[in-house]
């Protein structure tokens, strides 16, 4: 089996409920891998 690529994609969203509706938490996590040698992580967060 020969290899020819390492590209992948991955999504995932999540909700945290904690009881009253100020407290509900939202999250989208959002990999990729796109043939390279080295790691880059970049991360994206709310104001606040």
């Given at each position: 089996?020969?290899?020819?690529?390492?590209?992948?994609?991955?999504?995932?969203?999540?909700?945290?409920?904690?009881?009253v509706p100020e407290q509900?938490?939202?999250?989208?996590?959002?990999?990729?891998?796109?043939?390279?040698?080295?790691?880059d992580l970049r991360s994206?967060?709310?104001?606040?």
């Open positions: 089996m020969v290899l020819e690529s390492m590209t992948g994609y991955s999504r995932s969203d999540g909700v945290l409920k904690l009881g509900t938490w939202r999250w989208t996590w959002e990999l990729r891998s796109v043939n390279s040698k080295g790691f994206k967060l709310p104001p606040g």
